[in-house]
C-alpha cells in the first residue's frame, strides 16, 4: 500500500498531517518554524548563570521565555546546554569551598576549622564515658515477677 500524499491546505502553507519542519530540497533551506533557543554565547552564558545560581529548569525556560517542554528539547538537541549548566553549578561549589577555607584558615574561623575538620578529615566530636564504681542491681522479692 502507497503512502497517501498529504492533504493540501486550502489556505496554503504547509500541508496537513505535516508536523516536522521539512527541508526544501530545490533552495536547501529549512522551511518551518525557526529554533525559540539556539546554543549562541547569550544563551550559553545565561544557562551557565543559571545552573550557579541553582535553579530550576522550570526557571531557567520562564527566564529564557520558553516552555519547559522548549527547553527540554532544546536540551535533548543540544547536549552542549547540559554541559553549560553542570560547568555554573561546578564553578559554584568551587567558589564556595574556596570561600569556606578562606574563612576557615586565614580568618582562623573556630566553627568553621572544626567544620572543615570534620568533612574533610574524618573529626569527631567523641564523648568518652567510664565507669569508674562498682554496679550493684537490687531487686525486691514483692517488685519480681515469676
Known sequence: MENPEPKKNPKGGRPKGSTKAKI??????????PDVLVPDEKTMKALRR????????ETMAANLGVSLTALNNFRKKW?????????????????????????????RNPQMLIWLGKQRLGQ???????????????????????
Not at 24 to 33: A, H, I, L, S, T
Open 24 to 33: 526544501d530540497p530545490f533552495r536547501e533551506v529549512r522551511v518551518g518554524r
Open 50 to 57: 543559571y545552573g550557579a545560581a541553582n535553579v530550576s529548569y
Open 79 to 107: 547536549p552542549e546546554v547540559d554541559i553549560a549548566i553542570d560547568q555554573g553549578r561546578s564553578n559554584i561549589d568551587i567558589d564556595i569551598a574556596v570561600a569556606q577555607i578562606d574563612v576557615a584558615v586565614k580568618k
Open 124 to 146: 569527631t566530636d567523641k564523648v568518652e564515658t567510664k565507669n569508674t564504681g562498682d554496679i550493684s542491681i537490687h531487686i525486691d522479692a514483692e517488685d519480681a515477677q515469676v
